[in-house]
């Protein structure tokens, strides 16, 4: 599967962002979505994590309450929903899949991702 993140841009302080990624083929129903981080100078985090029935989903701490996750099988999308930016969410953020055949897993692990989209740059300004 390919993915195709899209959605960042500059917003400020307490503003909002939707982040997508599109995947190609036509088998996105087996996949266990992700988003993860990447700010300059620190490790890759995760940030949320969506089942393939969209029935359960996982969230980094520092994002819990802020973030949602969802996705849209039909249309091969996974989306990140961003609320009450901070400075500190600036990053380069990752979408990722990992087929599974459970429809209710939700991975959170980088190393459980086999394929990775390429970053779109989010920038919250203070």
């Known amino acids: 599967v390919q993915l195709q993140a899209s959605g960042g841009g500059l917003v400020q302080a307490g503003g909002s962002l939707r982040l997508s990624c599109a995947a190609s083929?036509?088998?996105?129903?087996?996949?266990?979505m992700g988003w993860f981080r990447q700010a300059p100078g620190k490790e890759r985090e995760f940030v949320a994590g969506?089942?393939?029935?969209?029935?359960?989903?996982d969230y980094g701490d520092s994002v819990k309450g802020r973030f949602g996750i969802s996705r849209d099988n039909a249309k091969n999308t996974v989306y990140l929903q961003m609320n009450s930016l901070k400075p500190e969410d600036t990053a380069d953020y990752f979408c990722?899949?990992?087929?599974?055949?459970?429809?209710?897993?939700?991975?959170?692990?980088?190393?459980?991702?086999?394929?990775w989209g390429q970053g779109t740059q989010v920038t919250v300004s203070s």
């Open positions: 990722a899949a990992a087929r599974t055949s459970s429809l209710r897993v939700v991975l959170t692990a980088r190393r459980e991702y086999d394929y």
């Open positions: 083929g036509r088998t996105f129903s087996s996949y266990v």
């Open positions: 969506i089942s393939i029935s969209a029935r359960n989903t």
